[in-house]
């Protein structure tokens, strides 16, 4: 990546977001990784940082989570000023045609099923080297 960028992980599985922090910091321990269990926490914490600091560089967004799911919170950082410098990366455990579909429009980078693996955030982190 250009440089180490602040990661949001949003996802309600603490599990999900263990493994992609772990998978992280072993490829750069020097990555600023913050979590976040719904949409509107993220979208929150999007606003916040975007007001003191730079936005998260990327983020990795589950779909299916309670208060607001990833769809919502996709709906309302389009609007954001920052949306534009942030990329997306899907990561759910929905493999249904019409989420894949519904993704395409917003500006999704990668839609990973779960589990992350070491291979599929290597590719993610390598695409986002070439922009």
């Not at 045609?97 to 839609?111: L, S």
Request: proline letters at 7%; aromatic letters at 8%; glycine letters at 2%.
């Amino acid at each position: 990546m250009k440089k180490n960028p602040s990661i949001l992980l949003v996802d309600d599985d603490p599990a999900s977001n263990y493994l992609a922090k772990l998978l992280l910091l072993e490829i750069d321990p020097n990555f600023d990784i913050q979590v976040r269990y719904h949409g509107q926490e993220a979208l929150d914490f999007v606003k916040t940082a975007s007001e003191i600091m730079s936005p998260p560089g990327l983020i990795f967004l589950d779909l299916n989570m309670p208060v607001m799911d990833g769809f919502e919170f996709l709906e309302h950082f389009s609007q954001l000023p920052v949306a534009d410098q942030t990329a997306i990366v899907l990561l759910t455990s929905s493999a249904y045609p019409k989420d894949i579909e519904r993704a395409r429009e917003y500006n999704i980078t990668h839609f990973i099923n779960k589990p992350l693996t070491e291979e599929q955030l290597r590719e993610v982190l390598s695409h986002l080297d070439e922009q």
